[in-house]
């Protein structure tokens, strides 16, 4: 499965790195592609292991808004 979330907050590298490395850090989600200057997060993820709720709290832990 894939899907694209969009986080606002973001404003630099180390944001990019939080929000990745939290993604990674979840079972189930294979990888992580951060675009900055959109906010959008695509994310490859097997659905069995891991939801789109979860991707979203692990992103919002590190400070950063997920807009439906």
């Given at each position: 499965?894939?899907?694209?979330?969009n986080?606002q907050?973001?404003s630099?590298g180390?944001?990019?790195?939080?929000?990745k490395?939290?993604?990674e850090?979840?079972?189930?989600?294979?990888?992580?592609?951060?675009d900055?200057?959109?906010?959008?997060?695509?994310?490859t993820y097997?659905?069995s292991?891991?939801?789109?709720e979860a991707?979203?709290e692990?992103?919002e832990?590190q400070?950063y808004d997920?807009v439906?």
């Open positions: 499965m894939q899907t694209i979330l986080v907050g973001m630099c180390h944001c990019v790195q939080s929000v490395g939290a993604l850090s979840l079972d189930g989600v294979s990888s992580v592609e951060v900055l200057s959109t906010g959008k997060v695509d994310v097997d659905d292991k891991v939801t789109v991707m979203n692990a992103i832990e400070g997920v439906a």
